[in-house]
């Protein structure tokens, strides 16, 4: 019997993949093992337990594939295979694994090309005294991305060692959420500490600031157990695991999730094909297994969902209602503007430059969002500085500019989203703060007279969005703030706002067709984002 094309194509690759393997093999033979950087590749188990409300309770457990590289060596590409084919730092594309910056800490699109000099700045943005002078090197925790595709990260992991000292120095968890939000939490070895669990390295407590799972408020304490690969910086390595026990204000245990190490195998060649083999598809299916279990536990568990909030930033002080800190973190990365939002941000900055100019002050606009530069506007008219208004405005994300587009005026602005307004959702971070709310409803109020303009009469025209700033605009009589001069400007303000208005009402019909049912406490908006399993 002949052989076909098939036969050919498999005959071949089993010749290439022996070949791989044995020159690889030899190659380690060798030399000495000990004067490669070392790495490992880890085959882990992560577990999520929920255990109230009683009637939800829900496990699950998954195999999970991940990599512990240390970052000098893996930024000196030092730790790629197969001349970068296999895996290589730097990139996502033309390799079956990579690793590069741009997926890690601050967003800034790959700018920074190195993780260090970003967990670094991390450190320091958090209060760490010297991190790039006392940090020798921080070992990654992580999954990478598999041939091109990069998926969501949960939780990665960095072990920072000092120069000169070879124990664990700072654990620092990185959270990323389906959302696309990052937020880092800093835990120093020996700082407000609590005796381990068993088989645990060390343990922190600290309130809850992250919006992770729309099943739960941000209301809680959480329980950090680690223990540490490494218990020296030379040393062997131990089966890392990570534990996070969620606890309600009042104390019972509501939710625990675990990262476990099985099995670690040094990174090399061999190890990382077989477990490939082992594993194809492992790497694909992180975000599918969440958002089954997010299906579970919505429709099956009967769990409501609480809206999404904004990450709490690193610029803005925390509220004394929130305890003395004990432990240093906060939102590092925020989702993406929308088109819509970028041409609402312009029309906004457009205005406030205008006034600025016209009521000879200074406003100021500060987002919470590190990675984002704060706006200021001047008066262009020459003034002293002796007696100059300044107005500050702390935004937390480019949705503060749609509110302002759909509310119409200060004074409702501020009750929707300002620091007078109602909490939205239980320990959620308001919209937006201001410096002085008599002033900043001065800048708004742009007279009383001149009737309607286009935008209030399309605003008039569209139904109410459902609990939503649309609602409280439609009965406006006076000119919209924000509308431009000129008839073109005031027709395309009014697309901006039938736009916005659409997309609202197209989130609401979406939600009430996939039967999504909100929490209690979120009554004011009931359309978050997305889900996500928890």
Request: hydrophobic share 40%; aromatic share 10%.
């Amino acid at each position: 019997m002949g052989l076909t094309l098939l036969d050919g194509i498999v005959s071949l690759s089993c010749l290439g993949l022996s070949y791989v393997l044995y020159s690889s093999f030899n190659i380690h033979r060798s030399h000495n093992y000990s004067a490669f950087p070392r790495g490992y590749i880890l085959h882990s188990a992560t577990t999520h337990a929920r255990f109230l409300p009683i009637e939800s309770r829900h496990a699950f457990t998954y195999p999970v594939l991940s990599l512990l590289l240390p970052l000098s060596a893996l930024e000196s590409a030092h730790l790629s295979l197969l001349k970068g084919f296999l895996f290589s730092y730097g990139g996502i594309h033309g390799r079956i694994l990579g690793l590069r910056s741009a997926g890690y800490l601050f967003d800034d699109g790959g700018r920074v090309p190195s993780i260090r000099t970003k967990l670094v700045r991390a450190l320091g943005d958090f209060g760490v005294e010297d991190a790039e002078g006392q940090m020798d090197d921080a070992w990654i925790l992580t999954m990478p991305s598999y041939c091109g595709f990069e998926g969501i990260n949960p939780l990665t992991v960095y072990f920072c060692y000092r120069k000169d000292d070879p124990r664990l120095w700072i654990v620092v968890l990185e959270i990323h959420n389906t959302f696309g939000e990052r937020h880092v939490h800093i835990l120093e070895v020996g700082k407000n500490e609590e005796v381990p669990d068993a088989n645990f390295d060390h343990q922190w407590s600290f309130p809850r600031a992250f919006h992770v799972s729309p099943f739960n408020d941000r209301l809680g304490t959480y329980t950090i157990s680690v223990r540490a690969p490494f218990s020296h910086h030379d040393s062997g390595i131990a089966l890392p695991q990570i534990r996070v026990h969620l606890h309600t204000p009042t104390g019972p245990l509501k939710l625990s999730a675990s990262l476990r190490a099985k099995h670690a195998a040094p990174f090399r060649t061999y190890t990382v094909l077989a477990a490939l083999a082992t594993h194809p598809f492992i790497l694909f299916l992180t975000l599918p297994r969440i958002l089954s279990q997010a299906a579970a536990l919505h429709y099956r568990r009967r769990l409501d969902v609480y809206k999404r909030p904004e990450p709490k930033p690193v610029r803005w002080t925390a509220s004394p209602s929130h305890g003395p800190a004990l432990a240093r973190g906060g939102g590092i990365g925020w989702q993406q503007p929308t088109l819509l939002e970028r041409v609402a941000r312009r029309t906004v900055s457009a205005f406030l430059e205008r006034r600025a100019d016209a009521l000879g002050m200074c406003i100021t606009l500060r987002p919470g969002d590190p990675s984002a530069q704060a706006q200021r506007f001047d008066a262009r008219t020459d003034r002293t500085n002796e007696g100059v208004r300044e107005l500050v405005i702390s935004y937390l994300s480019p949705r503060f500019f749609t509110l302002l587009v759909l509310t119409g005026d200060a004074r409702t602005a501020l009750r929707w989203g300002g620091s007078g307004g109602p909490s939205h959702t239980t320990g959620e971070v308001r919209e937006f703060l201001v410096s002085d709310e008599a002033l900043f409803c001065e800048v708004f109020d742009v007279g009383t007279s001149g009737g309607a303009t286009w935008s209030v009469r399309v605003l008039r025209l569209l139904p109410a969005i459902p609990h939503g700033y649309g609602r409280v605009a439609k009965d406006r009589q006076n000119p919209h703030p924000l509308s431009p001069e000129g008839w073109m400007g005031q027709v395309g303000f009014a697309m901006l706002i039938s736009s916005l208005v659409v997309i609202e009402w197209g989130e609401v019909l979406l939600w009430r067709i996939a039967r999504v049912r909100w929490a209690v406490t979120d009554l004011s908006h009931p359309c978050p984002d997305a889900m996500v399993a928890s």
